[in-house]
């Protein structure tokens, strides 16, 4: 091993890597099962905030590679937020995003759990999500490629399933395929109370959701510090989350809702098995109930991945055991990695002791804390720009386009989003959980004279 990589991250991941798992971070769970919620709420108009929130996260993500280009670290906007903003930002910042993949996760193992049933009925829940979290942190352990090498897998399997339906499901629209070649044509989009069938106010029902859905896509930011190339890998992948985002979300749901009444859709379970069962795809349950489960272990994968970067991150600073700024032989944070998978611990165990309410109401810190995250990355990007001289700025290699107008936009739809969060019950209560988190960690920073170092 070379003498300046003992006690680094190991830079493993490659341009591959990068690529899909920048395409897979924006594909989860919440695609396949949770946007018949969202359509619910909003009917065809939800393709409006898919396409806004897609918006907001291109310039989210431009903000973030301006910063990880420049200076490609571990911990990412976590460093930025110390380095441009203040300590206690960075502090906060690093707990936060450890927390709410720690939430999040605890979702995704659980929901394996549940999916598992469709096969292995009755096998209790709480063993699928053990095995899942054992095997993923295994895979952390192992190296950082093997990490990339597992997400670019996962990914592929979402992508190929999302690409196949938006053909396959065009050539119904189009050609009539599974329908007797009867063109279905894309009338359902306004035929059932309109394009808006609950109005404007439906549409931002559902930007809350929508936003959540997107929880992820930062993480390309988290791999900084162990991308062979980051210039060109970072600057490739950040440059098209907003086209992935119109294919995948905008496309496949275009697709969907031409296909079926919106006001059907959620009736049935999952809008993708309804539409590969009407294309006469045998076992179309069963294909999409695998996607969903490797949909559900690649968040658990890189909730582990990002998870363990941060508490290194924070060790680093002394803001955490300095224990977890040690690395393996192979340039992975074990013990950072170990931590956070026995925090994932009571995931499992909320299987016997939480009813379901109560563990949604936990995962709203998760978006409360996607939107805190969001905009430090906004606020930091604004303050290194107000650090750098004419010159500096002119010199940038990858830059966020319409500075600085374009963030302080994007912060504006982000006070939105927390504003509706606030005057919809179903999701007032982050806004009451997610404060306290902050309030302790705050205290914890005082109380122990964190802010006193240097």
Same mark, same amino acid.
């Given at each position: 091993?070379?003498?300046?990589?003992?006690?680094?991250?190991?830079?493993?991941?490659?341009?591959?890597?990068?690529?899909?798992?920048?395409? %897979?971070?924006?594909?989860?769970?919440?695609?396949?099962?949770?946007?018949?919620?969202?359509?619910?709420?909003?009917g065809?108009?939800?393709?409006?905030?898919?396409?806004?929130?897609?918006?907001?996260?291109?310039?989210?993500?431009?903000?973030?590679?301006?910063?990880?280009?420049?200076? #490609?670290?571990?911990?990412?906007?976590?460093?930025?937020?110390?380095?441009?903003?203040?300590?206690?930002?960075? &502090? $906060?910042?690093?707990?936060? &995003?450890?927390?709410?993949?720690?939430?999040?996760?605890?979702?995704? @193992?659980?929901?394996?759990? *549940?999916?598992? =049933?469709?096969?292995?009925?009755?096998?209790?829940?709480?063993?699928?999500?053990?095995?899942?979290?054992?095997?993923?942190?295994?895979?952390?352990?192992?190296?950082?490629?093997?990490?990339? =090498?597992l997400?670019?897998?996962?990914?592929?399997?979402?992508?190929?399933t999302?690409v196949?339906?938006?053909?396959?499901?065009?050539?119904?629209?189009?050609?009539?395929? %599974?329908?007797?070649?009867?063109?279905l044509?894309?009338?359902?989009?306004?035929?059932?109370?309109?394009?808006?069938?609950?109005?404007?106010?439906?549409?931002?029902?559902?930007l809350?959701m929508?936003?959540?859905?997107?929880?992820?896509? =930062?993480?390309?930011?988290?791999?900084?510090?162990?991308?062979?190339?980051? =210039?060109?890998?970072?600057?490739?992948?950040?440059?098209?989350?907003?086209?992935?985002?119109? *294919?995948?979300?905008?496309?496949?749901?275009?697709?969907?809702?031409?296909?079926?009444?919106?006001n059907?859709?959620?009736?049935?379970?999952? #809008?993708?098995?309804?539409?590969f069962?009407?294309? %006469?795809?045998?076992?179309?349950?069963?294909?999409?109930?695998?996607?969903? *489960?490797?949909?559900?272990?690649?968040s658990?994968?890189?909730?582990?991945?990002?998870?363990?970067?941060?508490?290194?991150n924070? %060790?680093?600073?002394?803001?955490?055991?300095?224990?977890?700024?040690?690395?393996?032989?192979?340039?992975? #944070?074990?013990?950072?990695? $170990?931590?956070?998978?026995?925090? $994932?611990?009571?995931?499992?165990? $909320?299987?016997?002791?939480?009813?379901?309410?109560?563990?949604?109401? @936990?995962?709203?810190?998760?978006?409360?804390?996607?939107?805190?995250?969001?905009? *430090?990355?906004?606020?930091?990007?604004?303050?290194?720009?107000?650090?750098?001289?004419?010159?500096?700025?002119?010199?940038?290699?990858?830059?966020?386009?319409?500075?600085?107008?374009?963030?302080?936009?994007?912060?504006?739809?982000?006070?939105?989003?927390?504003?509706?969060?606030?005057?919809?019950?179903?999701?007032? @209560?982050?806004?009451?959980?997610? #404060?306290?988190?902050?309030?302790?960690?705050?205290?914890?920073?005082y109380?122990?004279?964190?802010?006193?170092?240097?």
């Amino acid at each position: 091993m070379k003498k300046q990589e003992a006690g680094q991250l190991h830079r493993g991941l490659e341009q591959r890597h990068i690529t899909l798992m920048s395409l %897979g971070a924006a594909i989860g769970v919440g695609l396949f099962l949770g946007s018949a919620t969202a359509i619910r709420l909003a009917g065809p108009a939800i393709l409006i905030a898919y396409a806004l929130g897609g918006l907001a996260m291109f310039f989210i993500m431009r903000a973030l590679g301006e910063m990880a280009i420049k200076n #490609p670290i571990a911990g990412s906007f976590s460093s930025y937020a110390r380095e441009y903003i203040s300590p206690v930002f960075g &502090y $906060l910042t690093g707990w936060n &995003y450890w927390f709410l993949w720690i939430v999040t996760c605890m979702a995704e @193992v659980t929901a394996v759990g *549940i999916y598992m =049933e469709l096969w292995f009925p009755d096998t209790p829940r709480w063993i699928w999500a053990l095995a899942a979290l054992l095997i993923m942190t295994a895979v952390n352990l192992i190296a950082v490629k093997a990490y990339g =090498e597992l997400e670019f897998w996962f990914a592929f399997i979402k992508i190929v399933t999302i690409v196949l339906m938006i053909g396959m499901g065009a050539a119904m629209i189009i050609f009539g395929l %599974g329908n007797g070649g009867v063109a279905l044509g894309i009338s359902n989009l306004w035929s059932h109370g309109g394009f808006f069938p609950n109005g404007f106010s439906g549409v931002l029902m559902s930007l809350q959701m929508v936003m959540f859905a997107y929880l992820g896509v =930062e993480m390309i930011g988290i791999t900084a510090g162990e991308v062979k190339n980051p =210039e060109k890998s970072i600057a490739r992948s950040i440059n098209t989350v907003f086209w992935r985002i119109l *294919i995948f979300y905008v496309g496949a749901l275009f697709v969907i809702m031409s296909i079926y009444p919106w006001n059907e859709i959620g009736s049935a379970g999952s #809008p993708f098995v309804m539409t590969f069962e009407k294309m %006469g795809i045998p076992y179309a349950a069963g294909i999409i109930n695998f996607v969903v *489960i490797t949909a559900a272990l690649s968040s658990c994968n890189s909730g582990i991945f990002s998870t363990a970067r941060m508490l290194f991150n924070l %060790g680093q600073h002394g803001e955490a055991p300095a224990r977890f700024n040690k690395v393996t032989k192979r340039g992975v #944070p074990g013990l950072a990695t $170990l931590a956070s998978g026995a925090a $994932l611990l009571i995931g499992v165990a $909320l299987n016997y002791l939480v009813p379901d309410k109560v563990f949604t109401w @936990v995962t709203s810190i998760a978006t409360f804390g996607a939107v805190w995250t969001w905009a *430090i990355i906004l606020i930091a990007q604004l303050r290194s720009r107000k650090r750098m001289t004419s010159e500096e700025r002119a010199q940038l290699t990858y830059k966020m386009p319409w500075a600085p107008y374009s963030s302080y936009v994007t912060l504006a739809f982000l006070l939105l989003v927390i504003a509706l969060m606030a005057y919809f019950p179903d999701t007032r @209560v982050s806004l009451i959980v997610g #404060p306290i988190w902050f309030v302790i960690l705050i205290a914890f920073y005082y109380g122990k004279g964190f802010h006193k170092r240097k």
